[in-house]
């Protein structure tokens, strides 16, 4: 930023506006609350309050995550809900998803576990709705922790021949913490020792009760395996989203999260990015994380290639210039300069970041040893 009110800087520090202001008396300069102030003093308040506060300041002008998109009521449409499948080890998670989409995921999964998020997309009864597997729940919560929301929706997966587990009180508080509405899928009620009742019970104490009992949860009984339930899941899925009112709008240039990311040999860096407001197209400059490129060229989560894509969509990007990190936000740009602009700072401050966090661990190795 070139400046900054004295109200907007308090605001950025985290201080009341008082504070500010008597912080630059102390400096010789007077100040109302609404004064402009100019960089340097800035920067000395700043470095007053210590380097991470400076470098917040710094780096406001190429932090795509305070973008703010202001949409005007009538541009908005409506979106497919995004939704994420979660629970316990073993519990079903991915079979259930290979069953709602008709295919085949785990068989080809080495040994059966899931090693990253796969997106996908189904079409139900006209609709789109976007899925999210994930790997136990690391992937989630180091997106949480970055501030990156990206589900509306959370599957809770619990086995009905095994019941309430960590990873299932670990999903549900996720879950929770995120505001997200929740529907348990009481999965394998084919098996014969499958008690759905207990689950019932078991969940009781976290809050979930099922409608029949008095309570705001939707449970469905299902079977990933031979498929009982999973058009009644599908359905309470869409019911649900239609409560929600999911909107976002279409008409202009795209902005969301990093699924995952990886460096392939032959593409380079390949990022799947759900695009969550605007339309993301092939040739958009952009600008993801701590990187930039220009989209190359675009593939669905049947492997097919697209030119552009909507909100809600999961789709995998190449062209960037370096791997970004899953939960990183990504923006896209009018111009190429721009974007390069924006990214070749965000690169270096990036490094600066990096760079700084070492110094402080050998200061504090020193300090260790003294
Ligand atoms: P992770 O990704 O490792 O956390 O596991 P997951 O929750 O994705 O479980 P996965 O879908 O891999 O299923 C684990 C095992 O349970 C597999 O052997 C599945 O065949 C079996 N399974 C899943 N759903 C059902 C079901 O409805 N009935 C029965 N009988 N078995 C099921
Ligand atoms: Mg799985």
Do not use: C
Not at 183 to 195: C, H, R
Not at 305 to 312: I, T
Request: net charge negative; glycine share 8%; no cysteine.
């Amino acid at each position: 930023v070139e400046s900054l009110t004295v109200g907007e800087l308090a605001k950025k520090l985290h201080r009341e506006p008082s504070e500010i202001i008597k912080k630059l008396m102390g400096l010789g300069v007077m100040a109302t609350i609404n004064q402009e102030l100019d960089k340097d003093t800035i920067e000395l308040i700043g470095t007053d309050y210590g380097v991470e506060v400076e470098e917040e300041i710094v780096i406001d002008k190429t932090d795509i995550e305070n973008y703010v998109d202001e949409d005007k009521e009538e541009d908005l449409k409506e979106r497919p809900p995004v939704v994420t499948i979660m629970g316990h080890v073993d519990h079903g998670k991915t079979t259930l998803l290979d069953s709602i989409r008709h295919t085949k995921v785990t068989e080809g999964e080495a040994g059966g576990i899931t090693q990253h998020i796969g997106a996908y997309q189904i079409d139900a009864n006209g609709k789109k709705i976007t899925f999210l597997d994930t790997p136990g729940h690391a992937a989630f919560t180091t997106m949480r922790a970055r501030g990156a929301q990206v589900t509306d929706i959370t599957i809770l997966v619990v086995a009905a021949d095994d019941g309430v587990m960590p990873q299932t009180k670990e999903a549900i508080s996720h879950a929770k913490a995120a505001g997200v509405p929740i529907i348990v899928a009481v999965n394998k009620i084919d098996k014969e020792a499958a008690n759905p009742d207990r689950v019932m019970q078991e969940l009781t104490e976290f809050e979930l009760v099922p409608e029949a009992w008095g309570g705001d949860t939707i449970f469905v009984n299902v079977s990933a395996l031979d498929g009982t339930g999973i058009d009644e899941l599908i359905e309470m899925i869409q019911l649900v989203a239609e409560v929600e009112e999911l909107k976002a709008n279409p008409n202009k240039l795209a902005s969301g999260t990093v699924i995952e990311a990886e460096l392939d040999k032959g593409r380079g860096a390949v990022a799947t990015l759900l695009v969550q407001s605007g339309t993301l197209k092939v040739g958009d400059p952009i600008v993801v994380g701590a990187t930039f490129g220009r989209v190359r060229a675009m593939v669905n989560d049947l492997g097919r290639r697209v030119k552009e894509v909507g909100p809600s969509t999961p789709v995998e990007i190449t062209g960037l210039s370096d791997v970004p990190q899953a939960g990183d936000q990504f923006r896209a740009f009018a111009d190429e300069k721009t974007a390069r602009h924006i990214g070749e700072a965000r690169m270096s401050k990036h490094r600066e970041a990096n760079l700084a966090k070492t110094s402080r661990v050998s200061l504090d190795d020193l300090f260790d040893q003294i």
